[in-house]
């Protein structure tokens, strides 16, 4: 079974564009999340993502901003980017959701912002 | 206020010798902890999920206990290898009906040294 595969894997933008990150998750899992690690922050939740629906929404400002398709893939989108932003952003799927079921994580995807 | 946190933040160790990481939680609702292992600049990895009337759980030389009445855990490894080398997570599960959330630790930086 694949795991969960996110694209790209590195991306450079500067200050004031916009990101799309794409998350594929394993097969069957309808749960995806987001996450934004930064050094020393340690995992940041962004939102949970459950049958097209977000379910769990963290404390991040509204530039952040998700989907999910009903073939469960996701995609993350992020405007007006500052340099701060700069980050891992990790993805995660599990089959019903985030506390219940054992998460599986993609490899992530770096972003640098200049 | 629901935290976890972990202790030492970092360790150095021989390769070949044996390891315990501490992880104290303040979670309420109870639901799970996991244990998390992460590579520099990779998505965590699952090493072990126990829920409350579990307190050992073994994940090959991975050992993760939970004590539900002092609300601590602890992650032992034995024999440590060179690959050991990661950041260790411990992850509390939250899960009270509709608010269903994982509250993450920072972590412990492990190095195992030849």
């Known amino acids: 079974k694949a795991g969960v595969t996110q694209t790209p894997r590195y991306l450079i933008k500067t200050r004031g564009q916009q990101v799309t990150l794409s998350c594929s998750p394993i097969?069957?899992?309808?749960?995806v999340s987001w996450y934004q690690q930064t050094p020393g922050q340690g995992l940041q939740f962004l939102f949970e993502?459950?049958?097209?629906?977000?379910?769990n929404k963290g404390n991040f400002p509204g530039r952040f901003s998700g989907r999910q398709f009903s073939n469960s893939r996701s995609e993350m989108n992020v405007s007006t980017l500052e340099l701060g932003d700069s980050a891992l952003y990790l993805c995660?799927?599990?089959?019903?959701?985030?506390?219940?079921?054992?998460?599986?994580f993609g490899p992530g995807t770096r972003l640098t912002v200049l | 206020k629901n935290q976890v946190e972990q202790s030492p933040q970092s360790l150095i160790i021989l390769e070949g010798k044996n390891c315990t990481l501490q992880?104290?939680?303040?979670?309420?609702?109870?639901?799970?902890l996991r244990w998390y292992k992460q590579d520099t600049g990779r998505g965590p990895v699952s090493l072990t999920i126990?829920?409350?009337s579990e307190n050992t759980k073994s994940n090959g030389r991975y050992t993760a206990t939970l004590d539900a009445d002092t609300k601590q855990s602890s992650l032992h490894i034995t024999a440590s290898q060179l690959s050991d080398s990661a950041s260790y997570i411990c992850?509390?599960?939250?899960?009270?009906?509709?608010?269903?959330?994982?509250?993450w630790g920072l972590g412990t930086s492990l190095a195992v040294n030849p």
């Open positions: 995660a799927s599990s089959l019903w959701g985030l506390a219940d079921n054992e998460q599986f």
């Open positions: 097969s069957g899992h309808r749960s």
């Open positions: 993502y459950f049958s097209e629906t977000q379910r």
């Open positions: 992880c104290n939680y303040t979670v309420s609702p109870f639901s799970n």
């Open positions: 126990m829920t409350f």
């Open positions: 992850v509390v599960g939250s899960n009270a009906g509709n608010n269903r959330k994982l509250i």
